[in-house]
């Protein structure tokens, strides 16, 4: 994991906080989450955030919500998604910060006392999955792997990745599988772990690991 200047943490902590207080007055990032599961106490416990007074060197992210890389030391990056309702034609779903590198994604649940770890395909299926009781980590895509990152993983029994219901997704699990030993879940085609999340419920999601 990079390590930021004690400066840089200082700039990150103070962001999340204001990404988190902005969220409280903004009733759309609200609906946008809650749309996916995550509630007041999940936002909070995340420090999800919603961009509406942006620090400064922030401004390009205002009205995306702002997804903290969390760690014991507090926040070392973060990635901004747009909430926007349509396809995120002529701008990018996700943007991160430049300079911000590649950072394992919601690293705390690697102190969870547990035999297994999940490995998810984006930030939200990552929260999504520890929400349920599933200890997960993440990358935004297999191409911001970095080798270390398998070495987090070595203490656990077993690792399940979590790749979405397509091609990229069975890529994503089969990468995994090869560099983390890690046993591919297979997804219902089209979904992805917050889509199961939210037609069946974190017993749907928890299923997937026992099949
Ligand atoms: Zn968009």
């Not at 929260?127 to 911001?144: D, I, Q, R």
């Not at 979405?164 to 990468?175: I, R």
Request: with cysteine; hydrophobic share 40%; proline share 5%.
């Amino acid at each position: 994991m990079q390590t930021p200047s004690s400066e840089e943490r200082r700039f990150f902590e103070q962001a999340v906080s204001r990404y988190q207080a902005d969220l409280a007055l903004d009733a759309a990032a609200q609906a946008y989450l809650a749309g996916r599961g995550f509630g007041e106490l999940e936002a909070g416990q995340f420090r999800l955030g919603a961009v509406r007074t942006p620090l400064t060197g922030h401004e390009q992210y205002a009205g995306r919500m702002a997804i903290p890389y969390l760690t014991p030391s507090g926040p070392v990056n973060i990635r901004f998604r747009c909430i926007e309702q349509h396809a995120c034609e002529g701008h990018a779903k996700y943007l991160s910060l430049p300079d911000g590198g590649s950072n394992l994604f919601n690293v705390l649940d690697l102190k969870k006392d547990s035999p297994f770890v999940c490995v998810a395909e984006g930030e939200i299926d990552t929260l999504t999955l520890s929400m349920c009781g599933l200890p997960a980590v993440g990358v935004p895509g297999v191409n911001t792997w970095a080798a270390h990152f398998s070495r987090c993983l070595e203490d656990f029994d077993t690792v399940y990745a979590f790749g979405d219901g397509d091609d990229a997704g069975g890529k994503f699990s089969s990468f995994l599988a090869k560099e983390a030993k890690a046993r591919p879940i297979s997804m219902p085609r089209g979904s992805d772990v917050n889509d199961v999340f939210r037609r069946e419920g974190a017993d749907g999601v928890r299923r997937l690991i026992a099949e």
